[in-house]
């Protein structure tokens, strides 16, 4: 798929917020692909494709986990974490991408999980990181993510589990994995 391709299909998906925001995460997803030498052509595409689709009905998404490979488990969690699994099965049945990089990247750009790409990491910091995000923190996790990848996740991971403590809310395996995974990455721990 082309990326303009992916554009028009992501728009007539999307709501003009969110489509504003999937604009604003390929941006800031290509800037971190130059500056830590990944393929900017697959970055961009990942990035535009990642919330395909997030204004998906939730019945719709139900039905789509029901027929996709997803681990069942996924329903007992939020439903803000369905779209990516949604997403990422549509894509690759209906659309025809096999790329499993741009499909990991849309997948797992909500939970994160451990052993991720660098491309699925540049999404799943992007997509934390991009302009119209204002909140606690975030501004230190842009300044992160201009000089290290991994600590940048390392803070999403970290920031996300502790936002969802504090909300008494379940936390998926996934981000637990990937913080773990990064945890002993950058601090060598056991």
């Known amino acids: 798929m082309k990326i303009d391709e992916a554009v028009l299909l992501v728009q007539s998906q999307l709501t003009t917020k969110r489509f504003d925001h999937t604009m604003r ?19 961009d595409l990942a990035a535009t494709l ?4 997030k204004d998906f009905p ?12 997803s681990p069942e488990d996924l329903l007992l969690y939020n439903q803000e974490l369905w779209h990516g699994p949604v997403g990422a099965y549509l894509l690759e049945t209906k659309y025809g991408i096999t790329d499993t990089d741009i499909l ?8 994160g999980r451990a052993q991720m790409s660098k491309l699925e990491l540049i ?37 996300t589990i502790q936002f969802l403590l504090k909300k ?13 995974d990064l945890t002993r990455r950058l601090f060598k721990s056991n």
């Open 25 to 43: 995460v390929a941006q800031t997803a290509k800037e971190l692909a130059d500056l830590y030498d990944v393929d900017v052509k697959k970055v």
């Open 50 to 53: 990642h919330d395909f689709a």
């Open 58 to 69: 939730v019945e719709k998404l139900k039905q789509v986990l029901d027929k996709s490979q």
């Open 104 to 111: 990991h990247a849309v997948r797992f750009h909500t939970t």
């Open 123 to 159: 999404v799943y910091v992007a997509d934390y990181i991009e302009p119209g995000r204002q909140f606690p923190g975030v501004d230190t996790v842009r300044n992160i993510a201009q000089n290290d990848l991994y600590e940048a996740a390392w803070t999403v991971a970290r920031n």
């Open 168 to 180: 008494n809310a379940l936390v998926y395996p996934d981000t637990i994995d990937i913080y773990n």
